[in-house]
C-alpha cells in the first residue's frame, strides 16, 4: 500500500540553526500539509500546498518557516532560525483530493529536538 | 474560531465496547474525521461524517449530529492493540484539519 514518507525521522539541532525537514507525500497525490505536534499536545496545522503554492497556513508558519515542492516526488518544511519551542513531531500528510473529500494520509513524522 | 473537545482519557475491558464523544464549534463546516494514534506513531484515518447519521466500518462506527455539534467513535469487541489516542478532527473552509486534543483509550484485559 503506497504510504507518505518522511526524513529524517529524528533531527536534532542547535538553537539558531536552520533545519529542513523532508517528506515524500504518495505519488498521485496533489494536497500536502505540514502539521506538528509537541509532545503531550495536539496536533496542530501549519500549512497546505497545492499547485506549487501555499494553500492556507496558520499563525504558527510564521517567517522562519517555509516549504517548497524542489522537484516531483520531494515536499519540504524549512525552519531558518530554529527555538526551543520548535521541538514537536512534524508529520508531513498528503490527500488526492482537497478536504472534506478525502482523508489525509500522514507519515511517520519526524521528531525534531532543538537544544 | 474553532473548539473541538473530546474526553483526555477512558479505560474500558477487552471485548467490551466503547464510545468516545467528541463536541464541537467551528465557523463553517464540512465533515468530521475519527484518526487513531498509537504512542509515538502518525495518526491514521478511521472515518469520516458529513451528513447526520452513523457511519459503521467494521469493529469501529461514526455518528455525527451536526444540529447539536456532537459525533462520537463507538469501537465494539476492543482488543488490546485499540490501546491508542482516537482524535476527532474538523474541517471547516479550506483543507486544513482542527484536532481536538485526542482521547487515550486504556484496554485492560
Known amino acids: 500500500e503506497p504510504e507518505v514518507t518522511q526524513t529524517p525521522s529524528h533531527q536534532v539541532t542547535q538553537m539558531g540553526q536552520e533545519v529542513i525537514l523532508r517528506c515524500v507525500p504518495i505519488s498521485n497525490h496533489l494536497y500536502f500539509y505540514w502539521y506538528r505536534q509537541i509532545l503531550g499536545q495536539k496536533v496542530e496545522f501549519l500549512v497546505s500546498f497545492y499547485n506549487n503554492e501555499i494553500s492556507e497556513k496558520s499563525e504558527i508558519f510564521d517567517d522562519q518557516f517555509s516549504v517548497e515542492r524542489p522537484d516531483g516526488s520531494n515536499f519540504t518544511l524549512k525552519i531558518r532560525s530554529t527555538k526551543l519551542e520548535d521541538s514537536a513531531m512534524y508529520f508531513c500528510a498528503s490527500s488526492e483530493k482537497p478536504a472534506p473529500t478525502d482523508e489525509q494520509y500522514f507519515g511517520p513524522g519526524t521528531r525534531l529536538t532543538v537544544t | 474560531g474553532q473548539n473541538i473537545d473530546q474526553p483526555t482519557e477512558m479505560t474500558a475491558t477487552e471485548g467490551a465496547i466503547v464510545q468516545i464523544n467528541c463536541t464541537y464549534q467551528?465557523?463553517?463546516?464540512?465533515?468530521l474525521f475519527w484518526y487513531q494514534q498509537h504512542a509515538g506513531e502518525a495518526p491514521t484515518f478511521l472515518s469520516y461524517n458529513v451528513l447526520d447519521g452513523l457511519e459503521e466500518k467494521g469493529r469501529f462506527s461514526s455518528f455525527l449530529s451536526r444540529s447539536k455539534g456532537y459525533s462520537y467513535l463507538l469501537l465494539k469487541e476492543l482488543q488490546m492493540k485499540d490501546s491508542a489516542s482516537y482524535l476527532c478532527?474538523?474541517?471547516?473552509?479550506?483543507?486544513?484539519?482542527?484536532f481536538g486534543g485526542g482521547t487515550r483509550v486504556l484496554v485492560k484485559p
Open positions: 467551528t465557523s463553517g463546516f464540512n465533515g
Open positions: 478532527a474538523v474541517t471547516a473552509a479550506g483543507n486544513k484539519l482542527t
